[in-house]
């Protein structure tokens, strides 16, 4: 399974894990933004494409 996140910025996050997906876009989310993400944000933000 596939996770992509796309950020408000533009910014895309595409893992094929979970845990990587959070790890990346709440570093993403802090360090471009300022923001402090929990993992249920990210995973509502979350696109599962399944290809
Ligand atoms: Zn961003």
């Given at each position: 399974m596939t996770f992509t996140v796309k950020c408000f910025c533009g910014?895309?996050?595409?893992t094929d894990d979970e845990e990587s997906l959070i790890a990346q876009v709440s570093d993403h989310a802090s360090s471009v933004h300022?923001?402090?993400?929990?993992r249920?944000?990210?995973l509502a933000m979350a696109n599962n494409a399944e290809s």
């Open positions: 910014a895309v996050v595409q300022d923001m402090d993400l929990s249920e944000d990210i």
